[in-house]
């Protein structure tokens, strides 16, 4: 594998990272908070139908991102009231809005577009495009640093550069806010935070919003940036993989970026069966690559996680009085 | 805490569930400018009004006894087990592995060899998630999740590279020889009376039965399923009652998993007759459906699958003879899960608030 080939595998990693990384931010908020949230992939879905199509009907992008944060929230709604308001048990939920995501995306899209499920293609003013980063092309020439920061570092939509952002945000609204402290405290020891007198179902309730509305990106993104359109099942269980790398990075937001960027190297490779092929020199089937994320995410979390401690009251619907 | 009665618990509850359930759905249709009246009346015609429906129906409704009888097992060991679909594609591959190893004399032996094939190919693929949740600690909801992926891989790379004959296009086994054919409704004395024509409904259908039969007696009639259920309800108390933990979770998933893999005799060896790609066609996760709305109960299960064999094969009508997209059935899969499982204390509430009247009448 020659450097310019690593490049192009580095680019489509941190492409491809990036819905993992908004997803991953968006379960840490959740789980944090004591809510578990497998129904990452529906909202994603969701959103990623909802930004497709107002992108596709008013050309405008911006509005099509507004949509999808909007269609995921009604879903991190649902979930909240189920899981919060009604105390339900919190995965089956999640599974639920799954399923039901799966299912109106394509009747939606069916009904506006006809075309099987699809939106149509996007393009021009309604997708995110690449945004070339300052001075990228001067300082191609520097040796190995010039070729990276042109090559990996710019070129992507501002979406991305959002998610990467959104890294050091998270870390400072969890372990320097008032809010952060209390969202931490109502994930381990949700009575201590009531008898300090804050609302234990406002604080997850605004967990699950958070948690919505970065769903709603990673899906926006998916539609609108990475590919021009939604299509069905389009997420493709990066939801889920976002939950694995969430428990490899033991729902901390720095190691959750380099949990999200392993996976999407993981995705990358899946991509290239050539390179995979020049490097292990053996013959290595499609469907193997097709695998290979699941499977290093089962590896990731049978081997290599170490003792992951989850919030202490996850999952677990907080009662007043016992 | 107001008490309901025990009839309203197994009966207004999940009913009241379903309700809300097909509301929604009602809702969802008028959305996309569809008469839900109009659906419905397709729907009842195609899969319950005549002998021909009947035959799908019921058809589609032994798989779901089998994945929901899989999805019950777990629960009650507290396990969640979403990989019922990947379990039941690799039990299709044993399903077919055996079929096409011998040419089977009658298929009786071909179904008795069949099925060990099903249940072991399904129990093996439970088995790994189980250990890492045993023995790891990992979410057996992720991996089961993460091996539903890669048992569509393994299948498709099974029917591209090895399992397909030479000449043939399409990814799919050679067909299984006649000695495996199993007998449809229509061939079997006494269901023939019903059944004149041709269904895919076959002698599954009975052991299906019998499975819903034989789970009941393991779990409330074994010292295994009071283990199970002991261990469901509260892990240290088993630990404490000498339960092995790590013993429990392995049997109870390859019980799961083996129960997955035993649907794909219905389909794959009784319908297909040989294994095609994604032969589960999300059966597997319709378990889930089917075992909450079944109150993880075996009779429970039974009726619930008979309900979503009415769904799925009304859905099929509604494919093909209105403009509604077949999705419905994966909307209404999951709005019956989100009533049944996560809004169950809802519906609850609601029953309690309305017997308070009752009893305060009566007090």
């Known amino acids: 594998m020659d450097f310019a080939t690593l490049l192009q595998i580095l680019d489509s990693t941190l492409r491809l990272a990036t819905p993992l990384l908004l997803a991953c931010l968006a379960g840490l908020f959740s789980e944090r908070a004591g809510i578990f949230d497998i129904g990452l992939e529906g909202k994603m879905l969701m959103a990623a139908m909802a930004s497709g199509a107002v992108a596709a009907l008013t050309g405008s992008v911006w509005l099509g991102l507004l949509a999808g944060i909007g269609a995921s929230l009604v879903l991190a709604a649902i979930h909240g009231i189920a899981s919060i308001t009604f105390r339900g048990n919190q995965l089956i939920s999640g599974v639920a809005l799954n399923f039901l995501s799966s299912g109106i995306t394509v009747l939606v899209a069916q009904r506006m577009f006809g075309q099987g499920g699809r939106t149509p293609p996007l393009s021009g003013a309604a997708r995110f495009n690449p945004i070339e980063l300052p001075f990228a092309e001067t300082l191609r020439a520097v040796p190995v640093i010039g070729p990276v920061y042109a090559d990996v570092i710019s070129g992507h939509s501002v979406l991305v550069y959002l998610a990467l952002a959104l890294v050091p945000l998270s870390w400072w609204v969890l372990y320097r806010t008032r809010f952060g402290l209390r969202l931490r405290a109502v994930g381990e020891n949700p009575a201590s935070v009531d008898t300090a007198g804050v609302s234990v179902a406002g604080l997850r309730f605004a967990a699950v919003a958070i948690t919505g509305v970065l769903c709603g990106l990673a899906g926006a993104y998916m539609a609108t940036a990475l590919q021009a359109g939604f299509g069905r099942e389009m997420t493709a269980g990066r939801g889920y993989i976002a939950l694995a790398a969430l428990i490899f990075a033991k729902w901390r937001p720095w190691s959750a970026l380099w949990a999200t960027l392993l996976f999407g190297f993981f995705q990358a490779l899946a991509l290239r069966p050539d390179v995979v092929e020049a490097v292990v020199r053996v013959k290595v089937p499609v469907p193997a690559l097709d695998a290979l994320p699941y499977v290093l995410t089962v590896l990731v979390l049978a081997g290599f996680v170490g003792k992951a401690i989850p919030p202490r009251a996850g999952g677990e619907p907080y009662v007043k009085e016992r | 805490m107001d008490q309901m009665p025990r009839w309203a618990d197994v009966v207004l509850v999940p009913l009241i569930s379903l309700l809300l359930a097909a509301f929604v759905s009602a809702l969802v249709l008028l959305a996309i400018g569809q008469s839900p009246v109009e659906a419905f009346n397709v729907m009842v015609d195609g899969a319950l009004g005549s002998a021909y429906g009947w035959g799908y129906t019921l058809y589609y409704a032994t798989s779901f006894m089998f994945t929901g009888l899989a999805v019950t097992v777990a629960f009650h060991a507290g396990l969640f087990n979403i990989g019922g679909e990947g379990q039941a594609q690799l039990g299709g591959l044993g399903v077919a592995l055996v079929c096409l190893a011998l040419p089977w004399p009658h298929w009786t032996l071909a179904l008795v060899a069949a099925s060990f094939g099903a249940a072991l190919f399904g129990a093996a693929w439970a088995a790994i998630p189980a250990y890492l949740q045993a023995r790891r600690g990992s979410h057996i909801v992720i991996t089961t999740i993460m091996f539903n992926y890669i048992a569509s891989a393994l299948i498709v790379y099974m029917l591209v590279d090895v399992l397909r004959p030479a000449g043939q296009m399409d990814p799919a086994t050679a067909r299984f020889?006649?000695?495996?054919?199993?007998?449809?409704?229509?061939?079997?004395?006494?269901?023939?009376?019903?059944?004149?024509?041709?269904?895919?409904?076959?002698?599954?259908?009975?052991?299906?039965?019998?499975?819903?039969?034989?789970?009941?007696?393991?779990?409330?009639?074994?010292?295994?399923?009071?283990?199970?259920?002991?261990?469901?309800?509260?892990?240290?108390?088993?630990?404490?009652?000498?339960?092995?933990?790590?013993?429990?979770?392995?049997?109870?998933?390859?019980?799961?998993?083996?129960?997955?893999?035993?649907?794909?005799?219905?389909?794959?060896?009784?319908?297909?007759?040989?294994?095609?790609?994604?032969?589960?066609?999300?059966?597997?996760?319709?378990?889930?459906?089917?075992?909450?709305?079944?109150?993880?109960?075996?009779?429970?299960?039974?009726l619930a699958a008979v309900l979503f064999g009415f769904l799925y094969q009304g859905g099929a009508e509604l494919g093909l003879w209105t403009s509604i997209p077949i999705e419905l059935r994966v909307v209404v899969q999951g709005l019956v899960i989100l009533f049944t499982g996560a809004l169950d204390h809802m519906v609850r509430m609601m029953l309690r608030w309305v017997f308070s009247f009752t009893t305060a009448k009566v007090a």
């Open chain 2, 177 to 302: 020889p006649a000695g495996t054919k199993l007998p449809t409704l229509n061939e079997i004395p006494g269901f023939n009376l019903f059944f004149q024509k041709t269904v895919p409904a076959n002698v599954t259908l009975i052991i299906a039965l019998l499975a819903c039969w034989v789970i009941w007696l393991l779990l409330w009639r074994t010292r295994l399923g009071y283990q199970i259920r002991a261990f469901g309800k509260s892990e240290p108390a088993a630990r404490y009652a000498g339960i092995n933990p790590f013993r429990i979770t392995m049997i109870t998933m390859l019980i799961s998993g083996g129960l997955a893999g035993l649907m794909s005799i219905n389909n794959v060896m009784g319908e297909a007759e040989r294994l095609l790609q994604n032969s589960a066609e999300g059966a597997g996760f319709i378990g889930i459906a089917v075992a909450l709305m079944g109150r993880n109960h075996p009779l429970g299960v039974l």
